[in-house]
């Protein structure tokens, strides 16, 4: 992973969660199993997508996980933008697979298995014992995605990347260095983490500029008036 720190150029990278998904909704495991936006979802990815062209954000390219519920969240955004923004896909951006905890009850996965779920809050984990993927796996796809993405652009480009809690963890350890845990992820769909990544004496420093839940957003447009109609926006 250390050479995502030494190539590509120098660039401010706009990280999104996918907006609220219907197994969000209803407490399910997802993994890589396809769930759609659930109505709120596609409201809170409008209101991100509002506030980052309010925003005045200068944005060269919007890249998704091919997951319905990133994908959807990235198409809304684009749309807010004037000409909108077509979204690429990139296959490695999804989230981690799950394995046989897909499609389950969180509530049943957690009774079932406690002490994984403890650790998992407070760390990333893999998820080889139910025949999932490994960590290691699971961070060379996010790094490989993350290359395939900067190889598109020059220095000082924007650019935003919608994808899932699982994978903004692994991006978040990658180019900062840390570990931002599911207690501070969990609750935030449609969060909004700028990543600015620059060049300095000989090697790439990544600092998180800002990080904004859908409250904050929102609170930000109703103060310049561009919340109304929401719902009603296509």
Known sequence: MGDLL???PELDIYLVRHGQSTANAEKVMQGWADYPLSEEGIIQARITGRYLYRSGVPIKGIYSSPLSRAR?????IGRRFSPPIQVETIDDLKEIDI?????????EAQSEYPEFFSNRDSEL????RFSGETL????ERIENGLFKVFAKHVDDDSI???AHGGTAIMIFRQLLGVDITRRILKPHNC????IERHFIRGHYNCQLAYFLSPSQQQLMLEGIGYTRGLAEEE
């Open 6 to 8: 030494e190539r590509g």
């Open 72 to 76: 959807r969240t990235a198409d809304e």
């Open 99 to 107: 394995g046989s905890l897909t499609d389950m009850p969180i509530d």
């Open 125 to 128: 984990s893999g998820f080889e």
């Open 136 to 139: 290691e796996k699971f961070a």
């Open 160 to 162: 935003i990347i919608t």
């Open 191 to 194: 969060f909004l983490a700028k």
